[in-house]
């Protein structure tokens, strides 16, 4: 079976849970993230997306999840991160992950070639290899799309300086992407809570989602209950 199909016949409205953490975060560790890999395996996940070559070795080691793999790249000449070399896609080949995911948004690349030019190369370099665009907004979705890609998730909605302070999980993105993406649609971002995920695997056109920080990542989660608990003293101490 082809890595797109087997990815996508094992992850169709399913949860894909992303095992991430770091250099400056307190779980940043190879073994760690294997283990929230298989954590999240026992709990019913059906793929993984991770970061780093090491990560993924690790978590192949560990589970036999389809993967979406990255890797997160900070270059000063630019703002994309997330896969944005031709080097880091060869990596990732190597590794063997059914999906690469990379930046598809239309800031230029740290190199200064546009999104199509980068995504022509890599296109007909690796013919064979399925590629997820992670998009900030509507018009990125369709045009990622119009040039090659093979899925399109959400992820970047929030992240880009033109979609900050949008609110998350964006459900008017998911649902305009679902109707007229006509390629299988990731929903990812800021989705904390499980009537959230059942709304977004309930719209029409969305074949999967992936959640991160709400459950592998400890710090994040403390802040988010260390806030609402914050907000209760206040209102406490305002009566």
């Given at each position: 079976?082809?890595?797109k199909?087997f990815f996508?016949s094992?992850?169709?409205?399913?949860?894909i849970?992303s095992?991430q953490?770091?250099?400056?975060e307190?779980?940043?560790s190879?073994?760690?993230?294997s283990r929230?890999?298989?954590a999240?395996?026992l709990?019913?996940?059906c793929?993984i997306?991770?970061n780093?070559?090491e990560?993924?070795?690790?978590?192949?080691?560990t589970?036999d999840l389809?993967?979406i793999?990255i890797?997160k790249?900070?270059i000063?000449?630019?703002p994309?991160?997330?896969?944005?070399?031709?080097?880091?896609?060869?990596?990732l080949?190597?590794?063997g992950?059914e999906?690469?995911?990379?930046?598809?948004?239309?800031?230029?690349?740290?190199?200064g070639?546009?999104?199509d030019?980068?995504f022509?190369?890599l296109?007909k370099r690796?013919?064979d290899?399925p590629?997820?665009?992670?998009?900030s907004?509507?018009?990125?979705?369709?045009?990622a799309?119009?040039?090659?890609f093979d899925l399109?998730?959400?992820t970047?909605?929030?992240?880009?300086?033109y979609t900050?302070?949008?609110?998350?999980?964006?459900?008017?993105?998911?649902?305009r992407?679902?109707?007229?993406?006509?390629?299988?649609?990731i929903?990812?971002?800021g989705?904390?809570?499980?009537?959230a995920?059942?709304k977004v695997?309930?719209?029409?056109?969305?074949?999967a989602?992936?959640i991160?920080s709400?459950i592998?990542?400890p710090?994040?989660i403390t802040?988010?209950?260390?806030?609402?608990a914050r907000?209760?003293?206040?209102?406490q101490e305002?009566?």
């Amino acid at each position: 079976m082809q890595k797109k199909e087997f990815f996508l016949s094992k992850t169709r409205g399913g949860l894909i849970v992303s095992c991430q953490a770091l250099e400056t975060e307190p779980l940043h560790s190879s073994y760690i993230m294997s283990r929230m890999a298989y954590a999240a395996k026992l709990g019913g996940a059906c793929g993984i997306r991770a970061n780093s070559v090491e990560d993924i070795r690790a978590i192949r080691a560990t589970v036999d999840l389809p993967m979406i793999g990255i890797i997160k790249q900070e270059i000063a000449s630019s703002p994309v991160y997330i896969t944005p070399t031709e080097a880091s896609v060869g990596y990732l080949v190597e590794c063997g992950v059914e999906i690469i995911a990379l930046d598809a948004t239309c800031r230029p690349r740290p190199d200064g070639r546009s999104l199509d030019e980068f995504f022509a190369v890599l296109r007909k370099r690796y013919p064979d290899q399925p590629f997820m665009a992670d998009c900030s907004t509507y018009e990125e979705g369709i045009h990622a799309r119009e040039i090659g890609f093979d899925l399109v998730g959400t992820t970047l909605c929030g992240y880009t300086d033109y979609t900050k302070g949008t609110s998350l999980p964006d459900f008017e993105l998911i649902a305009r992407l679902g109707a007229d993406l006509h390629l299988p649609l990731i929903a990812e971002g800021g989705i904390w809570s499980p009537e959230a995920l059942k709304k977004v695997l309930s719209t029409p056109g969305v074949h999967a989602a992936v959640i991160g920080s709400a459950i592998t990542r400890p710090m994040e989660i403390t802040r988010h209950f260390v806030a609402a608990a914050r907000e209760a003293r206040a209102e406490q101490e305002g009566v």
